[in-house]
């Protein structure tokens, strides 16, 4: 669905693969990941995080937000989350 260079400047989305029913919230949920990786996030574990790796799957349905610590480290970066 994308690739980010981990940490780096730019990032690559595709839609190929999203739901066609909520397409829109997929790819946004989709942008951030991949913005989430340019910043230096590694993929994270816990399943409802943004950062979770989707293992050739399409999970962004039940991905809610970013995880504490994921959002501790983007904030570092200067993100404004709230």
Known sequence: MGLGYNPGTACVVSDFR???KNK???FY???LHE???TAGLPHCK???CLMRDAE???PLDQEKCFCKDCKSFL???GWHLI
Do not use: A, D, P, R
Request: positive net charge; glycine residues 14%.
């Open 75 to 77: 904030k570092s970066k």
């Open 24 to 26: 829109n919230q997929q």
């Open 35 to 37: 913005l989430g990786h």
């Open 56 to 58: 050739g799957g399409n």
């Open 46 to 48: 816990i399943k409802t």
């Open 29 to 31: 949920k989709l942008v």
């Open 18 to 20: 999203l739901s066609v």
